[in-house]
């Protein structure tokens, strides 16, 4: 493909730029990263952190900043390169120029089990050994692939793909354009025991999950249904590999949640919230909209919007840093502490 085409298909905004010789205009082969590229590779520089690779990669094409000294090294060099306002956006855009999911032709495997009282939309897949069972819907071309397993009652929206795999448990609603990875649980019985003289009793979840359109729930991660009511993810959110949302819990729209981030039961989180991996928030605490976590944050009340916070237990970033740098002279202090006493004695 010439570069010049993916420059047009990969515009970010009209104030994107092609390269300053529109007559160097190389046969791009594919996409790599800038340390990794061959000739004949497109890649690119998301900003100062990676502007060194310009006078070293050897890729035939670049993606850049919009700035005027790294244009200036990749024309000295022979490149082509554009200029964007956001690199990596441009890149991602190139990216799905060459490569696209697997995604099987339209159809249901004969091995696929089917209650006849389930229904499933037009162009829709069925993978192999796939079970859907009574009442559930599936809308048009949703793809469902190898061994999922979805419940009586479940509701799965227009284009959802469901990876192998995956179990989507009685009544939970997904709607569509989302993607459902491996492994991941959807709609299980939120943990949810009361306390007795003799031992733990048992507190039926009859809940449901409600998944709102265009989300990303990663392999593995789980998001129980509550013992009444519903847990909800907002639209756009996008969580990755091994996540845990307990019973009840509110996601907005546009979250991020890193791997191995893990929420208590309860927890409400506003939009567009960033959470780092290995994040845990405590039950019923209150997320504001903006609000990021940085990884390992042990997050055990409200935080509010548009706040940054990290540590155990949170605090604002600012406090944590200066906490941090207190934190490495320890030993140092102690020592100084040991001579002041023995002085004073």
């Known amino acids: 493909m010439k570069f010049s085409t993916i420059a047009d298909k990969v515009q970010v905004t009209s104030a994107s730029s092609l390269t300053a010789n529109p007559a160097h205009d190389p046969d791009i082969a594919g996409v790599a990263a800038v340390d990794q590229a061959s000739m004949g590779m497109l890649s690119y520089i998301e900003g100062e952190k990676f502007a060194a690779f310009v006078a070293k990669t050897q890729a035939s094409a670049l993606i850049l900043p919009q700035n005027p000294s790294l244009q200036a090294q990749a024309t000295e060099r022979g490149l082509a390169w554009l200029s964007a306002p956001d690199p990596r956006l441009a890149f991602a855009r190139a990216i799905a120029l060459f490569y696209a ?16 009282t389930a229904s499933i939309g037009e162009q829709a897949a069925i993978g192999a050994n796939a079970v859907i069972q009574a009442g559930a819907h599936l809308g048009n071309e949703v793809c469902v692939h190898p061994n999922v397993v979805i419940y009586p009652g479940a509701r799965i929206g227009d284009r959802t793909v469901l990876h192998a795999n995956c179990v989507i448990h009685e009544q939970a609603q997904i709607g569509s354009d989302c993607t459902i990875h491996s492994g991941a649980v959807i709609g299980a019985e939120g943990f949810g025991f009361v306390p007795t003289p003799q031992g733990w009793e048992k507190m039926e979840q009859s809940g449901i999950v409600i998944i709102e359109d265009g989300v990303r729930v990663g392999s593995n991660t789980t998001i129980d249904r509550p013992a009444v ?116 004695s």
Do not use: W
Not at 101 to 116: F, K, L, Q
Not at 309 to 322: I, R
């Open 229 to 344: 009511g519903y847990t909800r993810i907002g639209r756009g959110t996008k969580l990755d590999n091994l996540v845990h949302i307990a019973h009840g819990c509110q996601v907005g729209e546009g979250v991020a949640m890193a791997a191995q981030v893990g929420m208590a039961g309860g927890v409400i989180v506003g939009n567009r919230v960033i959470l780092a991996g290995q994040v845990g928030i405590a039950n019923q605490a209150k997320i504001g909209d903006g609000a990021i976590a940085t990884a390992k944050t042990g997050i055990h009340g409200d935080v509010a919007p548009g706040e940054i916070v990290a540590g155990t237990p949170a605090l604002p970033h600012k406090v944590f840093l200066k906490a941090s740098a207190v934190y490495r002279r320890l030993p140092d202090m102690y020592k100084t502490l040991q001579r002041l006493q023995k002085h004073l």
């Open 101 to 116: 999911p697997y995604r099987p032709e339209p159809g249901i495997h004969p091995t696929a089990v089917i209650d006849p």
